[in-house]
């Protein structure tokens, strides 16, 4: 992999996201946002990653990501999702939810939308009112469903003031993070080591599913949805393993992958590579999973070289490969495991790796040492 570049930018940062890529276009990633956490004051930003490459006055590269504009967020940012092009949504400590709207013309955020009190231990009417953090949100326009440590989960839309669907108790215990199945159907992870799927077609406050670890009940702290494969899902948590589940099959993950020596903080399959695998932890490592099997094609699907449009021409001609490779790479009960390649991104250990996100060849990461990582060259 090439040089992956570092900013310092001062605080803490809890969560970075790209913002996606119009759909049929062939640009490639070129601004995300970061949320920041433990800092007097948080703050949204928007940044751009601007020309990779220029020399600099010693004659290295610089990769300088330049801010773009940013918001005063209250609360620590505990999770951030582009809903689309111009608005992100983020939760906070406070159990917050906001719409962020960017404004290109003149490079400044406003909020749009607000949920105060989306999450909450003791309603807001009551005297003894205390707030409970927000601590995970998915998007799929028009739709926003958020998680909390309250163990409630909430259906908002764009655009309407009030909750369209709020299951109060669907968890005794933490919710740590959500994704979307199927349209209707999301799935939760919580600090007993469950996994629930929930169907909003349904009636009550029960999950349609359980899934979970047996013994331990170790916390689970992230989860993400293979793109193709629906029913395939990765989680991570305080004991640092990579679970792969298949939601079709039984109760217990289909395997457990040794990973990182603390907790992972999130994992993502590659949106459109998803035979590779990104982590990242509180031992400060950030790590790329690679399950392909050999595709021989595997040379030029990943030749970047800075030509988007080979990248995407490839990538959709050996789609069929691809998803072959797929099936066998996370579910295989054999020893698939050894022919997983783990590649550490970072030069060197730092303080926690809180957030990471891949788009393309671009892959963004937010740290507890106040740096903000980025590298357009994943597979070059």
């Known amino acids: 992999m090439e040089d992956i570049y570092a900013k310092f930018v001062s605080q803490k940062i809890s969560k970075t996201r790209w913002r996606p890529v119009p759909a049929g276009s062939l640009q490639t990633a070129d601004t995300f946002a970061a949320g920041s956490w433990d800092n007097e004051e948080n703050y949204v930003s928007l940044w751009s990653i601007g020309d990779f490459g220029n020399l600099d006055s010693d004659g290295g590269f610089e990769g300088d990501h330049q801010l773009l504009c940013d918001i005063k967020h209250h609360g620590d940012v505990m999770d951030l999702q582009f809903f689309d092009q111009e608005r992100i949504?983020?939760?906070?400590?406070?159990?917050?939810?906001?719409?962020?709207?960017?404004?290109?013309?003149?490079?400044?955020?406003?909020?749009?939308?607000?949920?105060?009190?989306?999450?909450?231990?003791?309603?807001?009417?009551?005297?003894?009112?205390?707030?409970?953090?927000c601590t995970g949100v998915v998007c799929n326009s028009p739709e926003i469903v958020t998680v909390g440590e309250d163990g409630r989960i909430n259906l908002f839309r764009a655009d309407?003031?009030?909750?369209?669907?709020?299951?109060?108790?669907?968890?005794?215990?933490?919710?740590?993070?959500?994704?979307?199945?199927?349209?209707?159907?999301?799935l939760t992870v919580n600090s007993i080591g469950q996994?629930?799927?929930?169907d909003f077609r349904k009636q009550g406050n029960?999950?349609?599913?359980?899934?979970?670890?047996?013994?331990d009940r170790v916390p689970l702290h992230?989860?993400?949805?293979?793109?193709?494969?629906?029913?395939?899902?990765?989680?991570?948590?305080?004991?640092?393993?990579?679970?792969?589940?298949?939601?079709r099959q039984g109760t217990m993950p289909v395997s457990l992958l040794k990973a990182h020596e603390a907790e992972m903080w999130e994992v993502h399959f590659h949106p459109s590579n998803p035979d590779h695998l990104f982590t990242c932890s509180e031992d400060g490592s950030l790590w790329h999973w690679d399950a392909s099997t050999d595709v021989p094609e595997k040379s030029s699907l990943f030749n970047q070289g800075g030509r988007n449009s080979t990248f995407l021409s490839h990538s959709i001609s050996n789609q069929a490969n691809v998803h072959q490779s797929l099936i066998s790479s996370?579910?295989?009960n054999d020893p698939a495991k050894d022919r997983i390649e783990i590649t550490s991104l970072l030069p060197s250990r730092t303080l926690s790796v809180n957030s990471l996100d891949v788009l393309g060849p671009c892959l963004v990461c937010g740290t507890d040492s106040e740096a903000i990582y980025v590298t357009r060259q994943l597979f070059s």
Request: aromatic share 6%; net charge negative.
């Open 195 to 198: 996994l629930k799927i929930w």
């Open 89 to 133: 949504v983020a939760a906070s400590s406070t159990g917050c939810v906001t719409v962020f709207l960017h404004h290109p013309n003149n490079q400044t955020l406003s909020v749009s939308q607000q949920w105060t009190a989306a999450h909450y231990h003791t309603g807001p009417g009551s005297p003894s009112y205390s707030s409970a953090p």
């Open 160 to 186: 309407h003031k009030e909750a369209v669907r709020t299951i109060d108790n669907a968890d005794s215990s933490t919710l740590h993070a959500v994704t979307f199945l199927r349209t209707p159907e999301i």
């Open 222 to 247: 992230c989860v993400d949805r293979h793109p193709n494969q629906q029913h395939v899902v990765a989680t991570g948590g305080q004991d640092g393993m990579l679970s792969i589940w298949d939601v």
């Open 330 to 332: 996370w579910l295989s």
């Open 206 to 215: 029960e999950p349609s599913q359980i899934l979970s670890l047996t013994g």
